[in-house]
């Protein structure tokens, strides 16, 4: 089984509430990604996970917050959405670095 | 911050036809490029991946790389409507961390 699952598929989030994301697999991947991505641009890398260790890109890294209880799970958490959270959010992993799968994204919408 | 540049945006191919798809990154350390299509309303679903001078095929999917421009190239024959998608490019830099960065996409349309 390759498949990448993630809840809620759709989210509704209010400006200055927080929004939590929650990704999982079953292939025991060691690394699990988090992906925004906007109509008309690319997916943008947010962070990452390898094992326990988390890495965060720069220009975002203030923005969002992850946790990995396990192999399994890994969340998306922003503190604090503004409307240009707004956006697809897409969850991948992947094993020794190799072909990323993805889940089918959560769309977030922040009013 | 490394850049991948697909074209063009946007694609209408004839069924039966050949389309072509182009990819450049701009980074100098990139080890692999990926082929993701994704189909509306699904994820993004690895075509295929390219990391060696030369040119791979896989049923009527061929994919060329020159490391020397940094080019890769996607080429889709006998193109099906079930072909209809958005193509994704991703550039792979192992000194990077192995992350993908990703083109804005070229969005074919195979007119049956």
């Known amino acids: 089984d390759t498949t990448v699952k993630q809840n809620p598929r759709y989210k509704l989030a209010r400006v200055g509430k927080p929004v939590n994301l929650i990704c999982s697999q079953t292939?025991?991947?060691?690394?699990m990604y988090w992906y925004q991505k906007k109509p008309n641009q690319a997916p943008k890398l947010l962070l990452f996970?390898?094992?326990?260790?988390?890495?965060r890109e720069a220009d975002t890294f203030e923005k969002f917050q992850s946790s990995r209880p396990n192999n399994s799970f890994c969340s998306l958490y922003i503190g604090s959405a503004g409307l240009e959270y707004s956006a697809m959010y897409l969850c991948?992993?992947?094993?020794?670095?190799?072909?990323?799968?993805f889940g089918p994204g959560t769309r977030l919408t922040v009013l | 911050q490394q850049k991948v540049q697909q074209s063009p945006e946007s694609l209408i191919v004839p069924e039966g036809g050949m389309a072509s798809l182009n990819c450049t990154s701009s980074?100098?350390?990139?080890?692999y490029f990926w082929w993701y299509r994704q189909h509306s309303g699904k994820s993004p679903k690895m075509l295929m991946?390219?990391?060696?001078?030369g040119e791979k095929e896989e049923g009527r999917f061929t994919v060329h790389l020159n490391k020397a421009s940094l080019h890769t190239s996607l080429h889709i024959r006998d193109s099906q409507p079930s072909d209809s998608a958005l193509y994704l490019c991703?550039?792979?830099?192992?000194?990077?961390?192995?992350?993908?960065?990703f083109g804005i996409g070229t969005r074919v349309l195979v007119r049956p």
């Open positions: 991948a992993s992947s094993s020794n670095y190799a072909e990323q799968f």
């Open positions: 292939m025991n991947h060691d690394t």
């Open positions: 996970y390898y094992d326990k260790i988390l890495n």
């Open positions: 980074d100098r350390n990139v080890d």
């Open positions: 991946s390219i990391f060696s001078n």
């Open positions: 991703a550039a792979m830099t192992n000194s990077a961390g192995n992350k993908l960065t």
